[in-house]
């Protein structure tokens, strides 16, 4: 499957064998010793994964479900009449198909899908970066991608990447994606990072959005044996980094289903700055979106912290 793939995750792997992620886990460290495959966060790739980035239709079948819930939530902070940019990925993708929906937008992009999602929103203004094609994630990438968001300024970029780390921040594996991702990041007055908690802890090759940029992680909640993620979603909380978790449950795919979704912002330790259009830094402080318990949410918080 890795062969065919580029890279699979391990709760698939666990339902195509019918056996536990236990098992599947144990399996795939005896397949990285022989040196058939190397472990990535919640799944295994070919070896040589820090210069080898997947295809679309590889990357498009891994953690659906993650993805969808985190398009859910990612769309609730976009506003009526917000101006926007959103970068290439099959989770920006799938924001998009939600976007659609938002009154007076306008999306700035350099993905072909995103565009595509948006095609027939005619309440959504799509503009479209120039460059040169790229046919394995459908981008356009370049100088002439680069050059076009000059003098370009937006409330928020939407991005996502290969992998997060508190300590580089987002990263991808290829250059020219690299280059264009941080043009983006540049024309924005925030940052929101959408990354399924598969990327957590992993680190690919060029970095595109360095951690103290990072506004907002929008991500799933990781796995209660998953100790890699629940550490490093700390982390990148310990160095002022919104975080919101969205819930997968009864959310497989499809139309977004409200009523399920958790939104939380893990509380920051500190303030700190980040800069707005047309004025100077200010202080910046997470909330709490959308929870009803109070004493709930609290108890959730501290149970990630622990783990």
């Not at 799938?94 to 938002?102: G, S, T």
Request: charged share 20%; aromatic share 2%; proline share 5%.
């Amino acid at each position: 499957m890795v062969r065919a793939n580029g890279a699979v995750s391990l709760r698939e792997l666990a339902r195509v064998v019918q056996t536990s992620e236990v098992t599947v886990r144990r399996d795939v460290r005896a397949l990285e010793a022989e040196g058939l495959l190397d472990r990535r966060h919640g799944g295994a790739v070919l070896p040589g994964g820090f210069t080898r980035e997947s295809g679309f239709p590889q990357k498009s079948h891994l953690a659906t479900a993650e993805k969808t819930a985190i398009a859910d939530l990612a769309a609730g902070f976009v506003q009526e009449g917000e101006a926007i940019v959103v970068g290439a990925g099959t989770t920006t993708q799938e924001l998009a198909r939600r976007l659609a929906r938002v009154p007076g937008l306008t999306v700035v992009t350099n993905s072909l899908l995103v565009a595509q999602a948006l095609a027939h929103a005619n309440r959504v203004e799509v503009v479209m970066t120039g460059g040169t094609l790229r046919g394995s994630n459908y981008a356009l990438v370049g100088s002439g991608a680069e050059q076009s968001l000059q003098g370009l300024r937006v409330s928020r970029a939407f991005l996502s990447g290969s992998g997060l780390t508190a300590e580089r921040g987002l990263s991808t594996s290829n250059m020219l994606s690299a280059s264009v991702d941080r043009a983006l990041v540049q024309a924005a007055a925030e940052v929101v990072v959408l990354a399924d908690h598969t990327k957590l802890g992993t680190d690919t090759m060029f970095q595109t959005v360095p951690t103290d940029v990072i506004t907002r992680l929008v991500t799933d909640e990781p796995p209660g044996h998953d100790d890699r993620a629940a550490t490093e979603l700390q982390a990148l909380a310990d160095q002022g980094v919104q975080i919101a978790i969205a819930g997968t449950s009864g959310n497989a795919g499809g139309d977004p289903v409200p009523a399920p979704q958790r939104r939380r912002d893990v509380p920051l330790p500190g303030p700190r700055r980040s800069q707005v259009p047309g004025g100077g830094p200010q202080l910046r402080t997470a909330t709490v979106l959308g929870e009803q318990h109070p004493g709930a949410e609290r108890a959730r918080v501290a149970d990630l912290r622990r783990r």
